[in-house]
């Protein structure tokens, strides 16, 4: 991918969620939620303080993180369906 995005800012490519429930029942594609997790692809260099220092990113690429069911901006880059979101927006990082 030659994107990189700035700032502050995460590239982030959606985990697929299950295609069943833990009862067995299949959820057609109409019906699932979109998944909050993903992993990171990208990073920007982090966030420029008032006093103009730069404040470092706590994430890296390949992180998984999980992120609020709102966040971030839908994109299609290099035909993946991918989000941008400050990093603020990510709840953490699963482990």
Same mark, same amino acid.
């Given at each position: 991918?030659?994107?990189? /995005? ?5 590239? &982030? #490519? ?5 295609? #069943?429930? *833990?009862?067995?029942?299949?959820? /057609? @594609?109409? *019906?699932?939620?979109? !998944? ?5 692809? *990208? &990073? +920007? !260099? +982090?966030? &420029? $303080?008032? @006093? ?6 706590? &994430?890296? !690429?390949? @992180?998984? =993180? ?6 971030? $901006? ?14 603020? @927006?990510?709840?953490? =990082?699963?482990?």
């Amino acid at each position: 991918m030659k994107f990189k /995005p700035l700032h502050d800012r995460v590239v &982030v #490519k959606r985990l697929e969620s299950d295609e #069943k429930t *833990a009862g067995g029942i299949i959820i /057609p @594609d109409t *019906a699932k939620e979109k !998944p909050s997790e993903g992993e990171v692809v *990208a &990073v +920007g !260099p +982090g966030e &420029v $303080t008032e @006093d103009g220092k730069l404040k470092a990113m706590n &994430v890296k !690429p390949g @992180d998984k =993180i999980l992120f609020g069911k709102w966040s971030g $901006t839908e994109v299609k880059l290099d035909g993946s369906d991918l989000l941008i979101m400050k990093e603020s @927006d990510i709840m953490g =990082i699963i482990e």
